[in-house]
């Protein structure tokens, strides 16, 4: 395990845990054992804490600090690596990882550009290992059922769409002060939006209506803005919120388009905590999903919202005791950290080792999680740091056109005739 905040604590942890206890089965490959033997961390402090916290919920593991952690965890025996650092730090450690030829997990945004991902697919394919991403909203019952709609017919078409998640300043202020400088609440949180829309509609959002083929979609345009001064000064590189717009063109010259609201500096006693909604605007219908408004409100005193949140939201993970009085963690955002060890599982011991190749070419065609199909979602990172770093340098109002004339990812500035060229090969 490389990293071990926030991210790790809520759904990794509850993980190894669990299958310390229970192991990891499924009848393609029986009964698999997966314990966390060593963790990479910057001081070591929260690795020290979650040993002592975590008492025989956990076996033993070594913990490595400093600026040689990492390679010092891979030359441990691991056999596969969660990533979940902070976001600008993905790309490093995961190409160090499978280099040496481990599976690799990453927590989204995977990477910050195209060239970080062809680098990372490219070693992934050449060591022949499994290298995914987490995007742990396309798991959320709502989200699910959203697309059993879209792949079913029953939601035609989609035209628009609106997204938002704002999250409470202590996220900004104290949960992650340590790396937020220079960054903005879109890439860390936005993607999640990014690749909903783009797993969800892509596939079938184009189904003719008289043939059973499917005539794709594709990304076309990428814009933004935002604003700063609360969490950094309001002429500086850190952003309080983003406003960013995809869109995407059908082949029929129609077009789709997305805004995709995100901040880090909603009030802390905003009795959402995080506030989540969307809406997708179809040719025959409207689908509304809000995480606040689906669930329970609960305030007690002395406790909420601080310690317990006022509407929370057990579908991405809660501890419950349960009927048969075993108290266990679950949820979505722990349901695709064990189904990614499952799809390990199955590579590495799910029948006779000269079909490896087959069922690892299997579990890479599974576009919901693997790295080379992030490519859109990257694309919008990348266009989206760049738009913001044009802003910052006074330049606001950028648009990146997707696979142009002039090549795959194309900066275009307000009131200047020459392009600047992201990324060169068609996205």
Same mark, same amino acid.
């Given at each position: 395990?490389?990293?071990? #905040? ?5 759904? !990794? ?17 029986? @009964? ?10 910057? +001081? ?10 975590? #008492? ?47 599976? &690799?997990? *990453? ?27 987490? !995007?742990?909203? =396309? /798991? ?24 938002? =998640?704002?999250?409470?300043?202590? *996220? ?18 936005? @993607? ?9 509609? #892509? ?12 005539? %794709? ?20 590189? +850190? ?81 419950? =005791? ?8 679950? %949820?979505?955002?722990?349901?695709? *950290? ?19 190749? *087959?069922? @690892?070419?299997?579990?890479?065609? =599974? ?12 694309? &919008? /990172? ?11 340098? #006074? ?8 696979? /142009? ?5 194309? @900066? ?11 990324? /060169?090969?068609?996205?």
């Amino acid at each position: 395990m490389a990293g071990l #905040g926030m991210i790790f604590d809520e759904t !990794y942890r509850p993980f190894f845990e669990r299958v310390h206890r229970q192991g990891l089965y499924r009848r393609e490959f029986g @009964l698999v054992e997966v314990p966390l033997t060593a963790v990479a961390s910057r +001081t070591g402090a929260r690795a020290d804490k979650f040993r002592r916290e975590a #008492g025989d919920r956990i076996g033993a593991f070594a913990s490595f600090s400093g600026g040689d952690a990492l390679p010092r965890l891979l030359g441990h025996g691991v056999d596969v690596v969660c990533v979940a650092t902070p976001d600008d730090r993905h790309f490093d450690a995961a190409l160090q990882a499978l280099d040496a030829g481990k599976h &690799v997990l *990453i927590e989204k945004p995977s990477v910050l550009t195209l060239q970080e991902l062809d680098r990372l697919c490219a070693s992934a394919k050449r060591q022949a290992v499994l290298a995914k991403v987490v !995007y742990h909203k =396309l /798991a959320d019952p709502d989200h699910k059922k959203l697309r059993t709609h879209v792949a079913d017919g029953v939601l035609k078409h989609v035209n628009n769409g609106y997204c938002s =998640l704002l999250e409470p300043k202590q *996220i900004s202020s104290s949960q992650f002060a340590e790396w937020i400088s220079g960054r903005n609440p879109g890439t860390y949180v936005a @993607l999640h939006y990014v690749k909903l829309i783009d797993f969800t509609f #892509g596939e079938f959002a184009t189904r003719r209506a008289d043939a059973s083929t499917l005539a %794709g979609w594709r990304l076309a345009r990428v814009s933004a803005t935002g604003q700063r001064g609360l969490v950094g000064p309001a002429d500086g590189r +850190t952003w309080d919120s983003v406003q960013l717009q995809i869109t995407y063109a059908y082949p029929d010259g129609r077009e789709a388009a997305f805004d995709i609201h995100t901040s880090w500096v909603t009030p802390d006693n905003f009795p959402g905590y995080v506030e989540q909604e969307v809406q997708f605007r179809f040719d025959n219908g409207v689908w509304n999903a809000h995480q606040r408004k689906r669930g329970v409100e609960m305030t007690v005193e002395g406790h909420a919202p601080a310690e317990l949140k006022i509407t929370p939201n057990h579908h991405f993970n809660a501890m419950f =005791l349960e009927p048969w009085g075993e108290r266990s963690q679950r %949820g979505y955002g722990i349901e695709v *950290i064990e189904r990614f060890f499952e799809e390990v599982a199955y590579v590495e011991f799910g029948g006779p080792g000269d079909q490896r190749a *087959i069922r @690892l070419e299997e579990m890479r065609a =599974l576009d919901y999680n693997d790295l080379s199909a992030d490519r859109n979602t990257v694309a &919008v /990172a990348q266009a989206l740091e760049a738009i913001l770093s044009e802003h910052f340098q #006074g330049r606001p109002g950028c648009v990146v056109d997707v696979n /142009a004339v002039e090549g795959g990812l194309v @900066l275009r500035q307000p009131g200047f005739k020459d392009a600047v060229v992201l990324y /060169a090969a068609p996205v």
